[in-house]
């Protein structure tokens, strides 16, 4: 029987509540399915920083470097830890050592939810790169504090990385419906976007079977919400692709339905599994959060890990429940109750 050892970080707020979630799933389809899961659950959080000083200890990287996957709960506490600390001392040097580069974040209804457009008939793969761009943490500030203040934010796009989040993409537009689209503001940004644009057109080339659409982000805002269902693959770079993945979230009806994978696709160190939508500390320990999108995303782990059986009746679990109406609408049922009902499903 095969062990998968997991990394568990349940982190801030709900970030608990549904990591006990998706791990009572998980296991239920891991007995079904053949497999065990051993876990080591790590405390690191914005707790730990007020009393260490540190989102997470140095050797951080080093130990979570001997599991075959990485789960993590939610990170944030604003009102005593800045999210900028938060932020960059646990989620982005975690992605960025372990070369997360692709950001998988799967947008469609699932059954019996009912999002707000008119159309249900939607299925969109966004790929967002996960390691540079706007997110590089390149720049400084300097006279702080004084009337001359100054704040520089450097975006930083090298060709290996644009390159392969792009091939990344056509590979998964090749293997679903055929049709990329290249998320970029060229007209605005004529360095960076317009690389962008001609490496796509470079790759596409070498992927005649796949429609490459080039779109500037604010005209691809709009076609989301007017005409989502003309949408396959979505690939843009960290910053654009934060934000149309929280657009995607809302009109599959809300981030309790947003999934994600942070994905090292040539396995040379774990990949990372994380529901969207944070940690919400105001409803913390309530028994209220939506478990879908942690349990969505563990699914994505255990077909990352070659488990596609049990990842694919974990789905099919999920849109059981919500069928019925179960998880549907926030505050209609209990963390625990969805749970129950999900687990219950699988176990069928």
Not at 330 to 343: L, R
Request: proline content about 5%.
């Amino acid at each position: 029987m095969i062990t998968y050892r997991l990394a568990l970080i349940p982190g801030d707020g709900i970030g608990v509540d549904v990591t006990d979630a998706a791990m009572a799933v998980l296991n239920v389809a891991a007995r079904r399915y053949g497999f065990t899961l051993e876990t080591e659950s790590f405390p690191w959080s914005c707790d730990y920083y007020l009393k260490t000083g540190a989102m997470m200890p140095e050797d951080g990287i080093e130990t979570l470097r001997g599991f075959d996957a990485i789960y993590l709960g939610a990170v944030g506490w604003p009102d005593t830890v800045p999210d900028a600390v938060s932020l960059h001392g646990l989620l982005l040097p975690i992605r960025k050592a372990f070369d997360q580069y692709a950001n998988i974040r799967p947008h469609r209804l699932l059954a019996g939810v009912e999002g707000p457009l008119k159309t249900s008939a939607f299925d969109i793969l966004c790929i967002r790169e996960n390691t540079e761009g706007e997110y590089s943490g390149a720049g400084g500030r300097v006279h702080q504090g004084k009337d001359n203040e100054v704040a520089v934010e450097t975006s930083v796009f090298t060709r290996i990385g644009v390159e392969r989040i792009l091939r990344f993409g056509f590979e998964q537009a090749k293997a679903r419906r055929g049709h990329l689209t290249s998320v970029t503001k060229s007209n605005a940004q004529k360095y960076s976007m317009v690389f962008w644009d001609e490496v796509t057109r470079e790759l596409a080339a070498e992927y005649p079977e796949v429609t490459v659409s080039h779109m500037h982000i604010d005209a691809m805002a709009a076609k989301m919400v007017m005409a989502p269902q003309d949408l396959d693959v979505v690939v843009a770079s960290n910053l654009f692709g934060d934000i149309l993945t929280d657009l995607g979230a809302a009109i599959q009806g809300g981030l309790g339905f947003a999934a994600s994978a942070n994905i090292c696709p040539d396995r040379s160190a774990p990949s990372m599994f994380e529901p969207v939508h944070g940690s919400a500390p105001d409803i913390a320990g309530q028994n209220i959060a939506n478990p879908i999108a942690a349990i969505w995303s563990g699914s994505q782990m255990l077909d990352h890990l070659g488990e596609g059986e049990a990842a694919a009746a974990i789905l099919r679990a999920i849109e059981e429940a919500t069928a019925k109406g179960i998880g549907t609408r926030p505050g209609q049922n209990s963390t625990e109750e969805i749970t129950k009902t999900i687990c219950a499903a699988l176990e069928v």
